[in-house]
């Protein structure tokens, strides 16, 4: 059974900081890999998918890494932002018949000026 | 639309209740997912809709849920006789076509509709 897991569940820094955001998952047959933001009370914004055949996609100040083979995806955020404060949630689609996202539990990140 | 559109935002339902939760996916896309999301938890999946197949119902936790997407366009997530442990966010997304599975599938979220059970 693929399980999602994500490190650390919260972290709190100054503004300016560069971060890494972890993610890991139990079984690599993965169609692809996929990085969301949510804001209290709201729902989810794709940030950055990454096809399997893929090692990283970047957009503005963000960078996913994935190495499928050993179960991992990295989120780089490079010179935090008060704005970036959210829950940040890495999801896998799994090889097979479902189409189904299967997600980690969050990084609550709080970027204070 | 421009988004996937949910409604209603709120809900708080007594419990032994029935409700509806309404999905606008976005115009086009082919497939849609029911997700539940508990306080401080990730999603969990609920089920999927290709066009108005109803294709996966795995994760619904009990034959009190029921979904349907009749015309392959809006969907209808109903929750019979409420209980507390419904209380959630419940998230529809959409994506394009399973059939680009393997090119740039993004799922699209709506809003949610938080349910309150009391």
């Known amino acids: 059974k693929q399980e999602v897991t994500q490190i650390p569940a919260a972290l709190s820094v100054p503004e300016g900081e560069n971060l890494v955001l972890n993610c890991s998952f139990t079984?690599?047959?993965?169609?692809?890999l996929q990085w969301f933001r949510q804001d209290p009370g709201k729902g989810l914004t794709s940030l950055l998918l990454?096809?399997?055949?893929?090692r990283e996609q970047t957009s503005g100040r963000l960078n996913a890494s994935l190495d499928k083979s050993s179960g991992r995806s990295t989120l780089y955020i490079a010179a935090s932002q008060p704005g970036d404060s959210a829950t940040y949630l890495c999801?896998?689609?799994?090889?097979?018949?479902?189409?189904?996202?299967?997600f980690g539990t969050g990084t609550r990140l709080q970027v204070f000026p | 639309g421009a988004g996937v559109s949910q409604s209603p935002r709120y809900k708080v339902a007594k419990r032994g209740q029935d409700v509806a939760l309404r999905c606008d996916p976005i115009?086009?896309?082919?497939?849609l997912f029911w997700y539940q999301q508990a306080l401080g938890q990730g999603p969990e999946f609920l089920t999927y809709?290709?066009?108005?197949?109803?294709?996966?119902k795995s994760g619904l936790p009990s034959d009190r849920f029921f979904a349907e997407r009749p015309e392959g366009s809006v969907s209808t997530l109903k929750i019979q006789r409420t209980q507390q442990e419904d209380s959630a966010v419940y998230l529809c997304?959409?994506?394009?076509?399973?059939?680009?599975?393997?090119?740039?599938?993004?799922?699209?979220f709506g809003q949610g509709t938080r349910l309150t059970v009391v």
């Open positions: 997304a959409s994506s394009l076509d399973r059939a680009f599975r393997l090119m740039n599938t993004e799922a699209f």
């Open positions: 079984d690599s047959a993965i169609y692809n």
């Open positions: 990454i096809q399997s055949s893929q």
């Open positions: 999801a896998v689609r799994p090889r097979g018949n479902t189409d189904k996202l299967i």
């Open positions: 115009s086009g896309h082919v497939s």
């Open positions: 809709f290709q066009n108005e197949a109803q294709l996966d």
